[in-house]
Structure formats: C-alpha cells, structure tokens
C-alpha cells in the first residue's frame, strides 16, 4: 500500500506555532523508514497523521491530506482505518485495552468481528514472529517492559495490517530488551511484506533495518534519504566529565546505608548490604527493567517503607530522605507539574518550604535565566516542549539547593541534544558540590557522566564500584550488553 | 500479599457462565438480609470458605482479607455490647453480655463475611472480558459492557498515578494540616487537578487503542472463546431458586 502526504499543516490553534509545516511525501509499499529528529519536533504528531488518529481526533487545526492507496484517510472512519494502518503506541501499557495477554491480542480481531477459529491461528501467527509464545496465558501487569512491547506489536500484527507505525517502541526499555525489540523488527523484515515507519531516538540499533531515513526539525522535514547519508544520526554526546579522581577530594560520606531491605509482597525484594556514597560524587543506577532502580529511589525517600535497614545522611542517622535536602525529578515530566504558570510551579514549593524570600526568589530567576526558560515564566508549564518540561521539572528541584539530586530515568525519550544539554547541566552542578544518583539504562551515558556505579540485579545489589572496575565485572560475568565499548545506539 | 483480582484457573466455578455467578451473587446478597438463623448463616459461611478453598488456598494472602475479618470481629463485639435484649449471660466491667447479644452478633457479622466473601470469590473467578460478553449475551450493547474492562484496567493505573502526585507533592513541601483548612483545601484542589490531567492523558490514549483496533466498528463483535448457558449453569441456578423456595417456605412457616 502506498502512502501520500500533500500539504500537511496542523497546529494547536489558530495562529499558534505550527506543529507540522507543510509536509509533503511519498511512502511506497513494503518501505522501511526510519523518522528521526529532536524531543518536539513533530515526529509523533506525523505518525499521528499518517494513522489517521490526528485527523479524527479534531483538537486541532489541520489541513491538507494523507492517502492510502488513493483513499484520503480523512473521510474514512478510524476504526476502518485499522484494516490498512497499525499503530503501535509509545508505552506499551497506554495502548492495553484488556488484563491479559490473551485478551489484548485478540481484541482488535473480536472487533473486526472475525471468527474464533481464525482468530486463534491469527493470534498465533503473531505470537510466532514476535517470539511471544510463552507470554499467551499471563496477565499483562506481571509482564517486564520489553515483553509488554511484543506484545503491543503481536496486538497489531494479528489484525495484518499492510503499514506499521511504531512511535519509539523502545524508548522505556534497558538494553536487553531493546536487543529483542529489533528482533522481533528483523523477523518480521524476512517474513512480512510490510511498510515500516519507525520514530526512533536509538537510531543505531535500527540502521541494518532501514533504508530510508526522515530528519524532522520544528515540523518540517529537513532531510529525506538514505540513512548512510543523513547528517544527523551520527550526532554524539558532546559533554565529557571528569572523573573524581581527577577532580572531587571530598571523601565525606553524604549518604550511607547499610542491611536496607524491602520487600514489595508480589514477591520482589530489594537487598543492599552496604553502599557508601561520598558528596560531589555521580552515582549511575543500572540494571534491567524491574531490577529495583526506582524501588530503590522510592526506599530512600519514603514512598515505601523498608521492612529493615539504616541509612545516615550526612552523618546522622534518618528514615528517610525528604525535600529540600534532597530534589527528585521523575522519568515522566508531567508527574511533577500542578500549577498554572512556569513561574508559579517553582514559587509553588518555596511557599510550601516558607522559602519564599527574596534570596530564594532571586535564585528562581537565575535558574530560568541558566536553563533557558526566563522568557517562558507565564506560559502554561503543559504547554512547553517535552525537554522544557524536563528543565522545568529540575529547577523546581534545584531551588532548593539540595545537596543530593536524585534522577529517575530522565534521559528517557530525549534526543541526544536534550540528552548533551541535560549532561552539560550536571557536570556544572557537580563541580559545584552537588551528588548526583541517576538511574540509566545506556552505557554511552554512563561512560559519559558516572564516577561509580551501582549496578541491580532482580532487587539484588551485585556491586557499586568506579567505573572501570564495573566494566570489567561486566566483561567477566558475561554482561556484554553493559560495556561502554558497545555501540550505544545514542 | 496479591490483590483481589481474577485468577484463572480450572476449577468448577471458573467454568459457570459469569451469568449465572452473578445472579448468584445477586440472589444471595438480598436473600441473606432475611436470614435470621445464625446456624443457617454459619452454614453458608461454611460453604462459601469451601469455594474459597477451591480456587486458592490461602486467603489470607489477599489484600484486604485480614481487614475484612477484623471488621466481623468489629461488628461482632460491638454486637455484644450493645445489644441489652435477652437473659444476661456474663459481665464485663459493667457491660452485660446477653445471649440474644451474642446471637445477633454471630449473624450479623457472618452475614458481612457472607457478602464480602461472596464478591471476592466472584472477582476472583471471573473474568472481566467474559463478564463484558456474559452482558452483551443478555442484549447489552458492548459499547457498555466493556466499560467494565476499560475501568478495571484503568482504576489500578489511577490509583498509581495518585500515588506518584501525592509524592511528588509531598516533595514540593506540601502537608496536608487538617488545622489550616484553606491551604488543605488548594492542595487538594492541586492534587484533583494534577490527577484529572494524568486520567485525560490516558483515557485519550486508551480511546486511540480502542478506536484505532475497530472498536465500535459493528454492532456486534465475537469472542475468541464465545462463552455458553450450559446445563451444569442451569442445574446450578434450579437448585439455587428451589433452595430460596425452600427456605421462603421454612420462614414462612415460622421454622427458620
């Protein structure tokens, strides 16, 4: 099947920025595109229009047409749409309509009113080539992050539409799971006769897969052609850090814990004997998905309680870890955001801390001022770009001048220019003092920015040492998958 | 500790028509408001502990079960206290125990277990999809019999997303101080909308799913496993009928 696009324009509102500017493209059938581009710039929203979803959505001002095979997409029914064009969501679970496994792939089937008998050989099928067999009888909230997306992908499979659309399918996943992804994409290259467009940040994993690559850039399309010739997927990390061996003498203990253990009742534990951490220091938190990264983050800070355990910050002994001490910024920017106005979401928690004053409120202005948002302070905080939000979402944490930052996966879904920014703001930060712990999943990040780190394996703390020493753990103990030296996929 | 929620398995109560457990559940959550015999109560109590048995084996290692049974326990002693009625058959620091005390609180705090118990066991061995189907099998459109599956699957991912906005709250140095109602009430307010946004976000996203799989494309939809009425579901609701007939006829004759 092929695909037209003339003349696509969309935007929000009326005289608002325009999200997609006049996109103009041909998709012949059984193309593999690869759709690249920076956090925001209208990589989604394309996928959206191409599935039609933008159009019947009717939130915002769109014009011009996509066509599948001569039918404008725009006066077909969405739920006709699916029998062309399926669409694989960015998290797994936003797309889960059902509670298990089973459910979820015969969902779209059961409603296309297909018969039991060719429903099940459907299901199969596509279980087969995702390589998702074992998953069939389990129900979706025990599945691991990756398995979740097989079986998102298997979903859409099963309904055998000609045109995938897959919107950064990996971008929650670790490495293993990342691996199995392309996989399952490799398998159903050899098997299937089908139009790919893939979104993805992780452009490296995917290059063998695709000929064809599209750079987006403030919703125009600025590059189109083979992906050996694209000047933008090859953009590296730029920052480098310095390593505390070569910078920070502060040996003093800002935190330590020691027998922590905590115990989720669905059979999870986390169990960390012993780990030190020294100020100044950037600790990175590895592991695969579900080894205990947030947990642990959720442990010393109080959202659960430990069943045993001890933990000093700065020599005293405390429960947990609390605000304005410490500043937490979660994977998901939207989490932390309540108030109306940039402005009014920093003032928001200085008010709550009686912090307030005019020292304070000066810092708030240097750090809008620092993180480029000063021009934005009124704007509506839902309204800004993913990596704004992200900015924002720090400042709130970073008025505080707290003396241990805590990120949770924030690198997660930004390109590797957000990513460089991010990383420039935390080698400023610890050369001022600051400790960092981040939880992360790409090694090339890790090689970046970590002084040691502390590496979970299904709850279990399997060591917390420098950098090198990490390494080669890994290489001796066979977790290849791990080792900076790998191509990283940034 | 797992959560009250369906659990497959092959046990002869998964396999009853969600119709007929329902009805089931429905007849015996009104029937027992008329039951007045303890030792009828504790009969079925009995039997419903043998049906939990069948699908798991230990209860108690569900949410919520240990509350529920210190909630009979509860009700049971305030029975006791509080009921003056009856010959005295101890005291307590002052408090007499009569004997119709301890028989209304036999009854009613069995009668709680009885419908608790009752739900949970039909959560447990039903499952939402079928119970959708079981809807649209009896002329419900499955527009609105899914809503059952779409709000089960959702009500898990809210309560997650509230957690993580209260935290996220408590972070930015909110306390919610029931001695200073304004401030308690704009944080609410902050919280409400904070949610409400995560719970648009993702029924949107969740709509796209549906819509975008044909959801709402006919009429009608199959199933991959179509459930049927079978002759076990109808001996099982003839029994169950005769038996409240039964037991109408007990009452009505002053037996019970």
Known sequence: MDIEIAHLTYRYKEKEKLILDDINMQIAGGEWILISGCSGSGKTTLAYAIAGILYHQQMGVYQGHVRIDEQAIEKTPLYWISDAIGFVQQNADDQFCALNVADELAFGLENKCTDPDEIKKRIADALKITGAESLYSRQLFELSGGEKQKVAIASILALQPSILILDEPTSNLDLESTHAIFEVLKNLQKSMNLTVIIIEHKVHFFEDLFNRCIHIENGKIIFDGAIEESPFYKVHLKTKFLHPGEKNNNTELILSIHDWSYENGNGFRLEIEELEIQHGEILALMGANGSGKTTFFKTITGMVHTQQGQMNFNGERVEQLTAPQIGLVFQNADDQIFMNTVQDEVTYGLKNFHMDDAFHKEKAQELFDHYGLIHKLNANPHQLSYGEKKRLNLISALVFSPSLLLLDEIFIGQDVYQMDYILGKLKFLRENGMTIITAIHDPALMKRMADRILFLEDGKMRFCLPLQEAVIWWQVNGYGEYLPEKDSGL | ?256
């Open chain 2, 1 to 256: 500790m797992k959560k009250i929620a369906y659990s497959p398995a092959n046990t002869m109560l998964h396999a009853l028509h969600p119709f007929t457990k329902f009805s089931l559940l429905l007849g015996l959550s009104v029937s027992i408001f008329f039951i007045d015999s303890p030792i009828l109560m504790f009969f079925l109590f009995i039997v419903l502990v043998f049906g939990f048995l069948t699908v798991c084996r230990n209860p108690f290692a569900y949410f919520g079960m240990r509350t529920t049974f210190l909630t009979a326990l509860m009700i049971g002693i305030i029975q006791c206290t509080f009921v003056k009625q009856g010959s005295e058959l101890t005291n307590i620091f002052g408090l007499s125990i009569t004997n119709i005390g301890i028989q209304r609180a036999v009854l009613i705090s069995i009668r709680f277990l009885v419908i608790i118990l009752c739900s949970y066991l039909f959560i447990l061995t039903t499952s939402p999809s079928d119970f959708a189907f079981a809807f649209m099998q009896m002329g419900v459109p499955y527009r609105y019999a899914f809503m059952i599956v779409t709000s089960m699957r959702l009500v898990p991912i809210l309560s997650i997303d509230g957690e993580r906005v209260n935290f996220s709250q408590r972070l930015r140095g909110v306390r919610y101080d029931f001695r200073k109602p304004g401030e308690m009430i704009l944080h609410m307010n902050i919280y409400i909308g904070a949610v409400l946004y995560s719970l648009i976000n993702r029924i949107n996203k969740l709509a796209i799913s549906m819509e975008s799989r044909s959801f709402g494309r006919y009429a009608t939809r199959t199933y991959q496993n179509p459930l049927h009425f079978t002759f076990r579901d109808g001996i099982i609701l003839g029994i169950a009928f005769l038996f409240v007939l039964f037991f109408y006829y007990l009452k009505w004759k002053g037996f019970v």
